[in-house]
């Protein structure tokens, strides 16, 4: 391999530019990403060349295979990846159950209803103008055949219905979205029908697949996790089907360490970037430039795509998913009991994908009802979806005006009945999670409440924290729980939408002899995982540090290479 490694560069290169060249290849970062020996041939050689256990990629018989050494180093990584997940499972025996067993998907609802997701996806790649869309490569929506494998790997996409009875006249359940023991967040059922398409693509065209998106942890998590879990199954290997993701400072507490960071080659593959932003808008317009910038160039030199996953399209086609298991469960909304869907949202991709799938069932002959209704929860830090229902704008000049009470010291109103009476500031943000301002969903929001009817709440720390107890109450008979101690709390979205929905009912802004279908979407604590060590980190302050990472990770198999190639060149000078 030396040998042919010194030939190639004999003859492509004068001595005296070779050496040279080599140099700051080895040395400089970004003379990395301007390697372009052979036009990209050698960089190329160990990328989308195939898929392990003999999966058929329809590449190319002209396209060059990985080099033997490259095959050796990635089937290892996939024998620590599958001993680690052995060794988990052993460690962690499943909870015994205290649920009805007719209020559980027993199996991964996205195995159960996997036709109708793939029809769905196709009435996504027929109305891709949405105005969520990101320019750039993506996937088509086509789904792998279902298999052995494929079900191993939709295996946590769980969904439960629990009951909770009676509040107030109004009939209280809980759609249970966070069945996902590695995640807790709904964004596994996206994420997962996300890399189920990438892998489509890859095993199609033999193309490399790198995700990219910003986040405020859930989502890029559980795009991880998903990445992580094809890896595990053997769907793909390590350099075939990666991902990057872009975090504000303020929600490294919400990331979540696996074998995807543990792992040396995986962690230097699958960068979690942290950008010292506190807005996450400035995340979104770095990890956009940096797509801007450096897509075209990277397919052009290591064959692989960048995806930038930021379109409704990705989520409401796996979210359709909530609304195929509801009527199954609940049947169609009555006529005389209003059922109301309630979440806490921040561009609420969640409900729309939910009323995405009711759409679809009606077009196709299912009786769904049509006395239904949404309740939208917000904190104040980004109340923007509330504003814009009540008030047509974003404005904040719309909010209450809240006086200090001096007694208590929390700031108070009792002027509308949609925001806090009680607050500890006006502009908390309860979880970084809700960070949209101005979301681009608005207007498809406002026309589904305009021909449906619904409400928005605001909800507040202290109102969260005076309902805790009766929110760990309520869960008491369910697989839901909250901590003790509302300090360990690093997810909030169930304690937001529980208290918002008991809020909303204390104030009458639910009718009464309704049914309310809360969409629990995430909640966990800080003993439910391991954090991210601060060294598995990669600081970023510009779409340019980004580029560097991503090409140090595509030539860093081929780097020793290089390294024999220039001693051996040297010692043929001498």
């Known amino acids: 391999m030396q040998k042919g490694f010194s030939g190639i560069f ?64 990635l ?44 029809t769905v996806g196709s009435i996504c790649s027929s109305n891709p103008g949405l105005g969520t869309q990101e320019p ?14 494929l079900v191993s790997f939709f295996e946590p996409a769980t969904i439960a219905l629990h009951r909770l009875g009676d509040y107030r006249g109004r009939q209280v359940n809980v759609l249970n979205l966070v069945g996902n ?47 992580l879990r094809a890896l595990e199954c053997g769907l793909v290997v390590p350099d075939q089907l990666r991902i990057a993701i872009v975090v504000p400072k303020d929600s490294i507490s ?43 160039d990277l397919k052009d030199r290591y064959n692989l795509n960048v995806w930038h996953t930021y379109d409704l399209n990705n989520y409401r086609m ?43 069932l009606s077009k196709n002959g299912v009786d769904v009802g049509d006395n239904r209704r949404w309740l ?71 026309e589904i409440m305009s021909g449906q009817g619904g409400e928005g709440i605001v909800v507040s720390l202290y109102e969260c924290l005076q309902q805790y107890p009766k929110l760990r109450h309520l869960l008491r008979n369910t697989d839901l729980s909250l901590p003790h101690d509302p300090r360990d709390l690093r997810e909030w979205s169930m304690t937001m939408v529980l208290t918002g929905a008991l809020n909303a009912i204390d104030r009458d802004l639910v009718p009464s002899a309704s049914e309310l279908l809360i969409h629990v979407t995430g909640s966990y604590a800080k003993q439910d995982f391991s954090s991210l060590p601060a060294d598995h980190l990669r600081p970023v302050a510009s779409p340019d540090d980004m580029r560097v990472a991503v090409v140090e990770a595509s030539l860093a198999p081929f780097i020793p290479k290089v390294r024999q190639a220039m001693e051996s060149f040297e010692r043929a000078k001498r």
């Open 10 to 73: 004999l003859r492509s290169w004068r001595h005296s530019c070779f050496s040279l060249f080599a140099r700051r290849y080895l040395t400089d970062a970004v003379s990395l990403s301007m390697w372009r020996l052979q036009r990209g041939t050698v960089a190329r050689a160990g990328f989308g060349s195939r898929l392990s256990g003999g999966v058929s990629t329809g590449q190319s018989a002209h396209r060059k295979q990985a080099p033997q050494q490259r095959l050796v180093e």
């Open 75 to 118: 089937q290892a990584v996939g024998s620590r990846i599958a001993e680690r997940r052995r060794a988990v499972e052993c460690a962690s025996p499943a909870k015994a159950s205290t649920i009805e067993e007719d209020e559980v998907s027993k199996e991964s609802a996205l195995v159960t209803y996997y036709d109708k997701i793939a």
């Open 136 to 149: 750039g490569f993506k996937p088509g929506y086509e789904l792998p055949p279902l298999d052995e494998k």
């Open 181 to 227: 023991p590695r995640t807790r967040t709904t964004k596994t059922f996206a994420s997962l029908v996300m890399v189920a398409r990438a892998i489509q693509h890859i095993r199609a065209t033999g193309e490399s697949i790198l995700i990219v998106t910003p986040t405020s942890g859930n989502k890029g998590g559980a795009l991880r996790d998903a990445v």
């Open 254 to 296: 919400k990331l979540w360490s696996s074998t995807l960071s543990e792992d040396a080659e995986l962690r230097r593959l699958n960068p979690v970037f942290i950008c010292d932003a506190e807005d996450g808008s400035i995340v979104k317009a770095m990890t956009r430039e940096f797509v801007r910038q450096t897509s075209q």
């Open 318 to 360: 796996a979210d359709a998913v909530r609304a195929f298991f509801e009527i199954d469960q609940l049947g169609p909304a009555h006529h005389d009991t209003p059922r109301i869907q309630a979440q806490a949202v921040s561009s609420a991709f969640g409900l729309l994908g939910h009323q995405f799938g009711l759409e679809f």
């Open 376 to 446: 939208l929860i917000q904190h104040l830090g980004t109340p923007d979806l509330v504003l814009d229902l009540h008030y047509g704008s974003f404005s904040r000049e719309n909010l209450p005006a809240y006086t200090l009470q001096e007694e208590t010291g929390l700031y108070v109103q009792n002027e509308q009945p949609f925001f806090p009476v009680r607050t500890y500031d006006v502009e908390e943000v309860i979880d970084s999670t809700f960070y949209s301002r101005n979301p681009a969903t608005n207007e498809l929001v406002r």
